[in-house]
């Protein structure tokens, strides 16, 4: 049974009284003011929440400890937190697949889940130190301590895909993302952070978007030793507004090595196309087998 509601209107538990079938359950510019303790859907597996305020994050919790069985949570631009409530609250299922919390007013969660395997998070660096079951986590607009990535392959023996978008941390130079297992790699903007050290030796694709298109000798400098720890992925692909954000000048590739020297396989899509940009893609990766260059309107 699939339920959804989306327009702007006040919502009682008593209306899921009899609900007791409900699989998927979407609610949309909904406002949950008054106590849930009391709803129980058994049988619910998805639940999409947009737009949804909450009159705190109990309220918010007890919805989701309501449904014992719900394998999918998503949860955008929504209130679950109240404006004196600064605690880190605890999510705990042993049922959640998959968990989506992003662009919402909240606190930050502990998260205890552990059968879960897909995170999309932003905002905060919450705990999810007992999710060693994830194999994909995608951040968003996070601020990262320096040790979030200490150890991740005895953390998350399961991770294969690691997204970052436009993350920031307190010291880029100590930061260090290292694991045997990671195969999917996506880094978005932020030039400041290309100082961060990986080490993924069995990378199958690697993808960056930079919208910064400014050249400087220092930002080229970043680049390039940023792009030499992924010679080893199979597959890189380049997302950039403007094609001066990725050439490098005749001038520094005489006298710089290149960082891509065995890579095969690159895609580039831009916005903005320059004529120069194959001379230096083929200096940047001069063992490529398949290029590819789309422009985007």
Known sequence: MFGKLS??????????SSA????????EGVNLKESIHPMRLLSLKTMSLESVEFNSTSDFLHLVYGCPSIENLLVTSSTLVSPVDTKVHSISS???KSLELTQCRRPV????AMNIESLKLDGWADDIASCQKITSLDLFCTYLPCHYFNGLDSRFPLLE?????????????????????????????NYMQLKVATNLPNLLQ???VFWDAVPSYLRLNYLGEFLKQFDCSRKTSLQVTDAKGIIFPEELRNTWSPPLPTLKHLEVEIAVNDYVLIDSLHWMAPSLEFLSIKQNS
């Open 206 to 208: 690697a993808t960056f």
């Open 7 to 16: 327009r702007l209107c006040y919502l009682s538990s008593t209306v899921f």
């Open 94 to 96: 042993s049922s959640l």
């Open 109 to 112: 969660f502990k998260i205890e």
């Open 20 to 27: 007791k079938s409900l699989t998927i359950l979407k609610l």
């Open 161 to 189: 895909s690691l997204t970052l978008h436009k993350c920031w941390w307190e010291d880029a130079e100590h930061m260090n993302i290292f694991s045997q297992h990671l195969k999917r790699f996506v880094f978005f903007e």
